[in-house]
């Protein structure tokens, strides 16, 4: 064995090696042991028998307990993925690295990863290009807070047409509103759709290149499933959320993620449980919050924090911001009208037991049509007279009965050519 397979099995299979155990020490006595292992080697020793021979020499040398494993490990050391160090040099560690600032209330703050999650048609990407403005003009929306600096922001807008968004931010598409400078869009360009790579990793290397050629550090990406279109599934959701994460951490990055929920019952407040794909996704970011419906007022909406690390939550189920989508002349966004708990937003649940009880009654009545309101009643746990009720509210409405007036010859207007239909059609 050489020199360089030694030193190479050494560091593969020996804990301490030679350097680590004489620490400081004399290079001679170093180089005789390493002498005397090769020598093990060269006379058919087992990896397992130098390795022994090396704990005992450690054990020998440092009986305390090996009091370098912690500067080695700091350093770097031997580990594959963890660091060690101890506590006060964590917090000695953090304490020269900046404080993150609010981006959006207690919601998100800076240096983040951060879901923003709600159903479909509820407004998701309206409150996050009025996030974004906020963040670009240093002009939070009002009813929330902003500690960061102004800073360019850029949405991954993978949800809305370039028409569509002039829509939203102009007057019937006259007057459009005038952004920052400062705020980016980026959107798929069709014509390349079909260039060579898969659709992920080029949109991975065109997200890299953005960062890296305008130094933006603030990015919204509307929305998660576009790039993932089976995020609920762990074996997409965990390589996912690993590249975002090391794109955070590569380039001190604040991310905030918009996904969709699957449908949310609508006498259950909401949870981390609610996103798509949540038990896996959610174990990656740092905070979460969502948008609900309100069942006291279809135009109103709520917004609630599921998931906080940076600070204690505000917007909890105790005092959600209630909240209504807007146009103002040019600008589509939120407008928080009140706070509340989400339990006013929510449907009773005996209203939720009375609309399961009625369909109950109609899947019997359609799958049996013979039975009688009273068997339906025991069936469905509830009396003959609700029964009757329900049937009778799909019963067609009665209209006047029409009156046929026999028409003598010669009687009423006739009809000579084609050109009397003009103008009909």
């Known amino acids: ?206 997200i890299e290149t953005f960062i890296q050629e305008t130094g933006v550090r603030v990015l919204i990406i509307d929305n998660l499933t576009w790039i993932k279109t089976e995020t609920e599934k762990a074996k997409d959701a965990l390589p996912l959320m690993k590249y975002l994460k090391g794109l955070q951490r590569a380039y001190g990055l604040s991310i905030l993620l918009l996904a969709h929920t699957p449908k949310i019952a609508e006498s259950t407040p909401i949870s981390v449980n609610d996103m798509a794909g949540s038990k896996h996704l959610m174990n990656f970011v740092d905070s979460a919050f969502a948008i609900g419906r309100s069942h006291k007022d279809a135009s109103l909406r709520y917004l609630k924090q599921v998931k906080v690390r940076a600070c204690e939550a505000v917007f909890t189920s105790h005092n959600v911001a209630v909240m209504r989508i807007e146009k103002d002349h040019n600008f589509t966004g939120f407008r928080v009208v009140d706070y509340s708990t989400e339990y006013d937003h929510l449907k009773p649940l005996k209203e939720i037991e009375q609309e399961i009880t009625n369909q109950k009654i109609l899947d019997l009545k359609r799958e049996h049509p013979e039975l009688s309101t009273r068997v339906i009643a025991e069936k469905a746990g509830t009396n003959h007279s609700r029964v009757r009720r329900v049937l009778k509210s799909l019963e067609p409405e009665q209209s006047e009965p029409v009156q046929l007036v026999r028409m003598e010859p010669g009687q009423g207007q006739s009809v000579e050519h084609d050109d009397d239909f003009r103008g009909m059609f």
Not at 80 to 97: C, F, H, V, Y
């Open 1 to 206: 064995m050489n020199t360089n397979e030694y030193y190479e099995a050494i560091d593969q299979a020996a804990e301490y090696p030679p350097e680590e155990i004489f620490t400081g020490g004399d290079q001679a006595e170093i180089a005789s042991v390493n002498d005397e292992l090769r020598t093990m080697f060269t006379e058919g020793s087992t990896m397992k028998g130098v390795t022994d021979e090396l704990q005992r020499l450690a054990n020998q040398n440092q009986p305390d307990g090996f009091k370098r494993e912690a500067e080695a490990t700091a350093t770097g050391g031997r580990y594959r993925i963890l660091k060690a160090e101890s506590m006060n040099d964590a917090i000695e560690r953090a304490a020269t690295q900046p404080v993150p600032n609010m981006l959006f209330s207690e919601c998100w703050f800076e240096y983040e990863v951060c879901f923003l999650f709600a159903d479909t048609g509820l407004g998701k990407s309206i409150l996050a290009v009025q996030i974004a403005d906020g963040i670009t003009t240093g002009k939070p929306m009002p009813g929330f807070k902003m500690q960061a600096k102004p800073q360019p922001v850029g949405i991954f807008d993978f949800e809305l047409s370039g028409k569509q968004t002039q829509n939203r931010y102009s007057d019937n598409y006259e007057e459009n509103h005038k952004f920052s400078e400062r705020l980016y869009r980026l959107h798929v360009d069709r014509d390349k759709i079909d260039s060579d790579g898969t659709v992920e990793d080029n949109l991975k290397a065109d």
